[in-house]
Nanobody, 117 residues
Framework: QLVESGGGLVQAGGSLRLSCAASGSFSSINAMGWYRQAPGKQRELVAR???????NYADSVKGRFTISRDNAKNTVYLQMNSLKPEDTAVYYCKMEYVVFVKTLSAWGQGTQVTVSS
């Protein structure tokens, strides 16, 4: 289960911090990430971090967003700075985890981020 928090309404140039806490039975978490989906658009990767700390970002958020992870708490964060109206979307947390020898994925319920101009 993934529980997201931190979305909301912010003016352009502002900041928000999203959190996603994972719970349940799994052997390990390989990676956690944030995806977003704007109205009428496909869901896209925003940022992803592996258990080893390797990160990758969408070009549109590089330099503005930072993903981090607390392995002890099975929690991933997304610090979003210098927000733009085009960042408006529903943000979803995704976890890639292992149960026995199977790699599975799970999604959070989504949290709305709205950036006003």
């Amino acid at each position: 289960q993934l529980v997201e928090s931190g979305g909301g309404l912010v003016q352009a140039g502002g900041s928000l911090r999203l959190s996603c806490a994972a719970s349940g039975s799994f052997s390990s978490i390989n990676a956690m990430g944030w995806y977003r989906q704007a109205p009428g658009k496909q869901r896209e990767l925003v940022a992803r971090i592996t258990d080893g700390g390797t990160t990758n970002y969408a070009d549109s958020v590089k330099g503005r967003f930072t993903i981090s992870r607390d392995n002890a708490k099975n929690t991933v964060y997304l610090q979003m700075n210098s927000l733009k109206p085009e960042d408006t979307a529903v943000y979803y947390c995704k976890m890639e985890y292992v149960v026995f020898v199977k790699t599975l994925s799970a999604w959070g319920q989504g949290t709305q981020v709205t950036v006003s101009s």
